[in-house]
């Protein structure tokens, strides 16, 4: 008898870390990668491993998120199968969701409706290919109450993540920390140790009996991470799986265990040109494990002009739908449907969002533009940083960043 298994994904999350970005949309909700939202890529994940009950846990200006995921996500009620935004309900009280942990505490109904053998929770905002169904099958064998997702990165780097402790056998795990300066490395790798990923795996009792102690604890901060893995490492009942052994159809040596979590500015753009190489280190044209989304009616990107200085030309790049670059060079840029790059203007190493538009003879580097901005003829963007900080959101390694429809002044 097939087992039942209910995702949730948490989409909460205010993502203070990616402003302007997320001023008036959640975190999950930002546009990634052209065409895509980020949470299209863990619903592609569960949707690709044949998970097709899914809950999205919302709350903080969820809007466009609840929108994308109402347009794009429809699976066939005749099978039983949705994907549906799931807001903040009051359920137990006036209040908003407390943390991740209280999050699901309050929407039990959900769980006690579909009544599953093992619940998935997965978060809402990282960019990765992961077959879920390998984890939940590598839980069920080891009889734990939950499994968490852990990928191997250098020891050195401890202070930047929640870390995974395990015992001799390398599988149980023995502590859940938060970012600590002093780690021993894994039993089978000194020099690594495990990261956690955000994704758990839970048989259904432990999770409900976990998140209903936490809410009685006044003193918790109701967060899975924080509270319920570690409640759950204390009774020895904690296993990790290591995301290498995941083995993704169609995956290239290149890409193979690509993760990344795109909580800041740099890392946000860092992921961007990680998907325009020859070779890309993540590889967005897998078509064995597609990452399914909803990108509008757009025509065909068009390049135009082709004489003397004045070429529509478009190099390492990523040009969606509806794009037309116009006697300009576009070198190493992402660029979303219906952005216009007029004549003479040149855009590099760069991020464009929806209906950017980019008059004649522009300059823009290292540069992220929100949706719907236009920048005006014979402006310069990320080549005086000091004059841009004045007026922009400039991140730490120089990342040039302008809200949604801000206004461009020269």
Known sequence: MAVKVLAIVLAGGEGKRLMPLTADRAKPGVPFGGIYRMIDFVLSNLANGGYLKIVVLTQYKSHSLDRHI???WRMSTL???YVTPVPAQQRL???WFAGSADAIYQ??????DESPDYVIVFGADHIYRMDPKQMVNDHIASGASVTVAGIRQPKSMSDQFGVIDVGPDGKRISAFREKPVDVEGLPDSPDEIYASMGNYVFTTRALCEAVSQDAQNPDSKHDMGGNIIP???ERGEANVYDFRDNDVPGSTERDRGYWRDVGTLDSFYDAHMDLIATLPVFNLYNMEWPIFTNYGSWPPAKFVHGYDDRQGRAIESMISPGVVVSGS???RCVMSPNVRVNSWSHVENSVLMEGVQV???AVIRNAIIDKNVVIPEGAQIGVDLD????RYTVSDSGIVVIGKGQTVEL
């Open 329 to 331: 060079l576009v070198e």
């Open 359 to 361: 008059g004649r003879r």
């Open 93 to 95: 009280g006036p209040r």
């Open 79 to 81: 099978l039983g199968n």
């Open 387 to 390: 004059r841009d900080r004045k």
């Open 107 to 112: 929407s039990l109904n959900l769980i006690n």
């Open 70 to 72: 109402t347009k794009t």
């Open 231 to 233: 409640m759950l490492v």
